[in-house]
């Protein structure tokens, strides 16, 4: 089953220390039912962070965003859900950017990915949205596509079913476990990224495990 964690709580006392050097964004959509849906990868990928790394804590709000903001690796991010539907995802991104002055190439964005198989990861620079709306409207609000991203493998449907309709089911159990190892994965991939480089991040984990 997803993981899931309070809104907000105490103050984060770390999250004082600076202004981040890195913005991690999970995509996904707000509301109860679809927390545990396909579409909701990038909101997944963080939870499993604040799982793991407990010093951070989604008790900041910001133009339409939940923040967590801590050291990870000894280096300050912050982790930001969209409360935006999907397809609005820059109108939060953008602002929220420009707030803490991080440029493009510092903004790591987690999707879910129809074109890559279930539980596999991608890392890319840059490039286009590849059909997802989310990431269409936040390269239309930040005005570039030049900006690292990490693809969340979440397979195709099978048969006739719409991938609009496949993207808000829920992870079959077996399913979960599978992506349960990726998000893993994942988060051992954003933290060569912030310490090492997205190069050699690309080099570590763009093979199967």
Same mark, same amino acid.
């Given at each position: 089953?997803?993981?899931?964690?309070?809104?907000?709580?105490?103050?984060?006392?770390?999250?004082?220390?600076?202004?981040?050097?890195?913005?991690?964004?999970?995509?996904?959509?707000?509301?109860?039912? +679809?927390?545990?849906?396909?579409?909701?990868?990038?909101?997944?990928?963080?939870?499993?962070?604040?799982?793991?790394?407990?010093?951070?804590?989604? /008790?900041?709000?910001?133009?339409?965003?939940?923040?967590?903001?801590? !050291?990870?690796?000894?280096?300050?991010?912050?982790?930001?859900?969209?409360?935006? +539907? =999907?397809?609005?995802?820059?109108?939060?991104?953008?602002?929220?950017?420009?707030?803490?002055?991080?440029?493009?190439?510092?903004?790591?964005?987690?999707?879910?990915?129809? /074109?890559?198989?279930?539980?596999?990861?991608?890392?890319?620079?840059?490039?286009?949205?590849?059909?997802?709306?989310? =990431?269409?409207?936040?390269?239309?609000?930040?005005?570039?596509?030049?900006?690292?991203?990490?693809?969340?493998?979440?397979?195709?449907?099978?048969?006739?079913?719409?991938?609009?309709?496949?993207?808000?089911?829920?992870?079959?159990?077996? !399913?979960?476990?599978?992506?349960?190892?990726?998000?893993?994965?994942?988060? /051992?991939?954003?933290?060569?990224?912030?310490?090492?480089? =997205?190069?050699?991040? =690309?080099?570590?984990?763009?093979?199967?495990?």
């Amino acid at each position: 089953m997803p993981i899931s964690f309070p809104l907000f709580g105490r103050a984060n006392p770390e999250a004082t220390s600076g202004p981040p050097e890195w913005l991690i964004v999970g995509l996904g959509n707000p509301g109860q039912k +679809y927390i545990d849906t396909r579409h909701n990868a990038g909101w997944h990928l963080l939870d499993t962070i604040v799982r793991d790394y407990p010093q951070f804590r989604f /008790d900041e709000k910001r133009s339409k965003g939940l923040i967590a903001r801590a !050291e990870l690796s000894g280096v300050r991010i912050a982790l930001l859900k969209p409360q935006t +539907y =999907m397809n609005l995802s820059g109108e939060t991104v953008a602002p929220i950017a420009r707030f803490y002055k991080i440029p493009p190439e510092r903004i790591l964005v987690a999707f879910d990915d129809l /074109d890559l198989p279930l539980a596999s990861l991608r890392l890319r620079l840059k490039g286009g949205a590849g059909g997802h709306n989310g =990431m269409s409207n936040i390269i239309q609000h930040l005005g570039t596509k030049d900006f690292p991203r990490l693809r969340l493998g979440i397979g195709r449907p099978a048969g006739q079913m719409p991938p609009k309709a496949y993207v808000l089911l829920p992870f079959k159990a077996d !399913e979960w476990e599978a992506m349960r190892v990726t998000y893993e994965r994942s988060v /051992d991939a954003i933290k060569v990224i912030i310490t090492e480089g =997205m190069e050699i991040a =690309m080099t570590r984990f763009n093979t199967n495990p």
